[in-house]
């Protein structure tokens, strides 16, 4: 029975960098993320005129997936993806890696900050390399499954 993994998510993915956006309209792509759990949203920042920017624009759905074992947690979530104004939140999600891919630094104009607002999706979590490493040892001593972490659905 799958249970409620969105707490977990949440700690686990602000310790992660990184994952596959997907818009609607495009191919999977990696992004580096901002994770906010009190704005209920996974933030990047992409230049005017791609594909994410403009999926944005007119508020397309998307798929983003995370897969790390040193974050313990791989997961995919579905969302709405839309464009945010506010220069504060930009400065807020703004770092010196995002500033290597614009030639102005903070001031480029073409920055263009994407909130990403997830609506569902699935986790699978788990103890870490050491654990499973154990687990694996064991299930095949007793011929049982091992058990590796947690599955379940995400509910935002």
Not at 133 to 138: D, N, S, V, W
Request: one cysteine or more; glycine letters at 8%; charged letters at 25%.
């Amino acid at each position: 029975m799958a249970h409620d993994l969105t707490e977990t998510f949440w700690d686990r993915l602000s310790n992660i960098r990184a994952g596959m956006l997907s818009p609607n309209t495009a191919a999977p792509r990696p992004m580096a993320h901002t994770a906010k759990k009190d704005d209920n949203a996974i933030w990047f920042i992409t230049a005017d005129g791609t594909d994410v920017a403009d999926a944005a624009k007119v508020g397309d759905t998307g798929l983003y997936q995370v897969a790390c074992a040193k974050g313990q947690l791989y997961a995919w979530v579905k969302g709405t993806l839309s464009l945010e104004t506010q220069p504060e939140k930009l400065d807020e999600i703004w770092s010196p890696m995002a500033a290597v891919w614009f030639d102005d630094g903070r001031s480029d104009d073409d920055i263009r900050l994407v909130r990403f607002t997830p609506s569902s999706g699935e986790a699978w979590t788990t103890d870490g390399n050491g654990k499973a490493l154990f687990e694996f040892a064991k299930s095949q001593i007793t011929g049982t499954q091992p058990d590796v972490g947690d599955q379940g659905n995400l509910m935002f």
